[in-house]
């Protein structure tokens, strides 16, 4: 395993005081080799154990070169990178020490590869990696979630809370931070370094580790990373998820995605898929679509608190892109599972966490999804231009006001309301008679004329009266339910 110049530098001051003079770069060399004259020393880091036995160095940009104090200025040039030894360690113990060195880290790096082979857990991953650091390393997921981390450093370390996620998430440029490829610092909660996992040119996930005062141990942890990442990446691409059960977990996911997006799925894998989750057709389901009021990455704290909620609860599936974070929650699965009331859980943790979120009718059949779907964004539609300051849209609250926006079309009232309502409505323009105000309350108290005239505070004889009135007008019908159905519609197309 190549290592860098800073690297071999950070493991030798634990024994002895020395520095590192980079002069073209932080280079990567292999093992070491004494100085001979002669000797080809491309890419090795080679050690001067006496000033008689060299001459003049030039141009050895790929050689790192260790020597003791005493020796330095007589082989310091500006082509040539140098650990210098402070302490008078003989240089055969040196030579020793860097061997180690490249030993363990060799022996480390044959650990990881045996582990990707092996299709090893990330839990393995972080156990073996206490070998080649000396504080806590972690690794998260896209939604704060901690996958693994060096237990042996951190006893103990929990995911985000809410807080703590909103308050990074609503940083201007945060999600800016996927696409860094090298190492670099942050440090909203923590001063970190971190360095993104990518998955197909996709951020996945993040390493980080504490940002140190000691500048070599920040170099020191730099490479480190990038080491750690390279491994971590591959065994992601085996996986395709940090999931521990992420082969059922995800094709559960493919195959909601793909109803979502309109794609058909055959028979044999959606029951492949709800076997291996341990559900059955005739679960029930409904499906939460979640948004929120958040400026900025409004998208990002919707997903955090959508895969929060899949890690609390069984039967929950998160699935969620820029535009939607979606919830499908098998009922049937979750009231068997859990002790809580999902439903009364469920504003809490919506008016809590700053999000609004529309709620499709129960459902049964997974190939359903796409027609509640539909459900939530005909709730968030409707329900915004009626209740805006609302947080939680039930279709169900909305149905009415759907069918009768459907139904009604592009038409205004006068084209396509009952002609009863059209005439008395005119009759009263030019008569000055309430006979639309009278007629409506008629209806909405269930054609009861004394509960009608107290309502409109007159007397029964003057409200049969108008009734009268309006029946010879219109020839009005009210034993016919067509008619009855026809003239509550109409008043509701006026209403809205």
């Known amino acids: 395993m190549l290592l860098h110049g800073s690297v071999i530098k950070y493991e030798l001051s634990k024994k002895m005081s020395c520095s590192y003079k980079v002069f073209s770069q932080d280079i990567e060399v292999d093992l070491p080799l004494f100085y001979e004259e002669g ?76 582990n990707i082979s092996n299709f090893a857990t990330f839990d393995k991953m972080f156990d073996n990696l206490e070998m080649v650091v000396d504080q806590g390393v972690f690794l998260a997921d896209t939604q704060f979630h901690f996958i693994s981390y060096t237990k042996k450093y951190i006893p103990e370390f929990p995911d985000l809370n809410i807080d703590q996620a909103l308050q990074m998430i609503v940083k201007q440029g945060f999600s800016t931070l996927d696409s860094i490829k090298e190492v670099f610092q942050y440090n909203e909660i923590e001063h970190c370094l971190h360095k993104n996992i990518f998955f197909h040119n996709s951020y996945v996930g993040r390493l980080g580790t504490w940002y140190s ?29 940090f999931e521990r059960n992420a082969g059922s977990t995800q094709l559960l996911k493919e195959v909601f995605r793909n109803f979502i997006n309109g794609v058909r799925v055959d028979a044999y894998t959606l029951l492949t898929t709800l076997s291996q989750n341990h559900y059955h057709q005739d679960d029930e389901y409904f499906l939460i679509n979640f948004t929120t009021n958040i400026k900025g990455e409004s998208h990002l704290y919707a997903n955090y608190i959508g ?68 459900q939530t964004k005909i709730a968030f539609e409707i329900g915004k231009k009626i209740k805006p300051n609302y947080w939680l849209y039930k279709f169900d609250d909305y149905t009415l006001d759907y069918l009768l926006h459907s139904a009604k079309g592009d038409f205004s009232p006068e084209q396509i309301c009952s002609t009863v309502i059209l005439k008395i409505k005119e009759y009263d323009n030019k008569n000055h008679t309430q006979h639309f105000e009278t007629l409506f309350e008629y209806i909405k108290n269930q054609y009861n004329a004394s509960a009608t005239a107290n309502a409109l505070f007159i007397a029964r004889s003057t409200f049969l009266s108008r009734m009268e009135q309006i029946t010879k007008l219109t020839n009005l019908d009210l034993n016919d339910w067509n008619v009855r159905l026809y003239l509550m519609l109409s008043y509701k197309f006026y209403e809205i």
């Not at 820029?322 to 009331?341: H, P």
């Open 39 to 114: 000797l080809n020393m491309s890419g090795h880091i080679v050690l001067i154990d006496s000033s008689e036995r060299i001459q003049i160095v030039h141009n050895k940009e790929d050689v790192i070169f260790v020597c003791h104090n005493r020796f330095a200025k007589n082989i310091l040039n500006s082509t040539i990178n140098l650990i210098i030894i402070e302490d008078n360690v003989p240089m055969t113990i040196i030579f020793n020490q860097i061997m180690q060195i490249f030993l363990r880290f060799n022996e480390w790096e044959k650990i990881m590869i045996d």
């Open 307 to 374: 895969t929060q909620m899949e890690r609390k609860w069984q039967g929950i599936c998160c699935i969620q892109n820029e535009i939607y974070t979606l919830i499908l929650v098998n009922i049937t699965v979750f009231k068997k599972f859990e002790t809580v009331n999902f439903f009364q859980e469920l504003p809490t943790l919506i008016r809590d966490s700053m999000l609004i979120a529309a709620i499709s009718r129960r459902f049964r059949e997974l190939q359903n999804v796409y027609q509640a779907f539909n």
């Open 213 to 241: 005062e000691d500048e070599d141990k920040n170099k020191y942890y730099t490479h480190l990373l990038d080491y750690l990442a390279k491994y971590l990446e591959e065994l992601y691409s085996i996986s395709g998820s």
